[in-house]
């Protein structure tokens, strides 16, 4: 089983190599909170969205959930300025 460790190890390495590629998300879901966190500071720059309906990690057994207000919290706890954005990437600042 792959340990918060090893996620962060990857994601790390990840952006190192794949300098091409622009955002590269700090999930979650299945690592939690803390995790995403610290994910920021590993290179990902993108903390995802807010799941309508989620069945596949759920029916594992995970029970992470966040709304749109924890999600902003979580990131602007992490150092970060929260911003939205669409499916193209295009930011829209948030108060």
Known sequence: EATAVDYL?????????????????????????KI?????????????????EENVVSAAGCTNTS???QLRRLIADAGFRPVKRDTLYRTYFLN
Do not use: M
């Open 36 to 52: 995403c966190q610290i994910a920021l500071r590993f290179g990902g720059n993108d903390v995802g969205s807010i799941l309508i």
């Open 67 to 69: 709304t749109e207000e």
């Open 9 to 33: 190890k990857t994601l790390a390495v990840s952006r190192c190599y794949l300098d091409n590629i622009l955002n590269v998300q700090a999930s979650w879901l299945t690592p939690g909170h």
